[in-house]
């Protein structure tokens, strides 16, 4: 890996080369998805490129048509479940009678799309404590959920049912890491025994007790 190493070998503008074709498509998803399988299994550091074309079933060469390093393979996978893991938009439900019903169904979708994604983001903990490019990546992707989710408070704020004097971004960010810790924490650690359900209605709650939004 380049941080244990010394080098430095920083992740491209977008994560490998598109492919030319629909079969050279076909054949990037595959190293994607085989990526994904070799990570769960080995780790980050463990991981071997030559694995992942043996589990994609290509050459070894094929590998870097499509991906100039593990990182950017990596990286790819992260970008999947990226997707797969945006709960619902807040922002774009904020004015449905029950915005407590919106916060509770956004917690459920993020929390089972982490515990289905458990083993990938338990490694990008990992893997961006040592590596600079996969922490600027965390910290986009913090910062794109809390963006989001500012702009849901603000909704709510207009409408007059969130405190007026809370900032809407810095609340944002502090209500997020709640639930993304309470995630790691449980999927990743197995802190504890609490259900899904469980998570999800207090964490609602706390959601909604700290925004001050009313009950009906």
């Known amino acids: 890996m380049a941080r244990a190493s010394g080098a430095r070998q920083s992740l491209p503008a977008q ?3 598109a492919p030319a074709s629909a079969r050279g498509a076909k054949t990037r998803e595959a190293l994607v ?3 994904r399988r070799v990570f769960e299994r080995d780790g980050f550091l463990d991981a071997r490129i030559t694995d992942i074309a043996l589990e994609a079933g290509v050459a070894a060469g094929s590998f870097y048509t499509y991906f ?3 990182e950017d393979a990596f990286a790819a996978v992260l970008e999947q479940v990226g997707e797969e893991m945006l709960h619902p938009r807040i922002r774009e439900l904020a004015d449905r009678d029950d ?3 919106v916060i509770e169904a956004a917690n459920r979708a993020y929390l089972v799309a982490y515990r289905r994604n458990a083993r990938l983001m338990g490694l990008l903990e990992q893997v961006s404590q040592i590596n600079e490019d996969f922490r600027r990546l965390r910290g986009r992707r913090t910062r794109a959920f809390g963006a989001r989710n500012a702009q849901a408070i603000m909704r709510l704020q207009r409408r007059g049912l ?4 809370l900032d809407p971004l810095l609340t944002a960010h502090a209500m997020g890491a709640m639930v993304s810790r309470m995630a790691y924490l449980r ?3 197995h802190f504890g025994t609490a259900s899904t359900e469980s998570l999800v209605k207090t964490l609602t709650r706390l959601w909604a007790n700290a925004l001050g939004l009313p009950r009906s």
């Open 99 to 101: 915005p407590i019903s």
């Open 68 to 70: 100039t390093s593990k």
């Open 162 to 165: 969130a405190d007026p004097e």
């Open 33 to 35: 998805q085989a990526a």
């Open 187 to 189: 999927y990743v650690q």
């Open 15 to 17: 994560t490998g080369r």
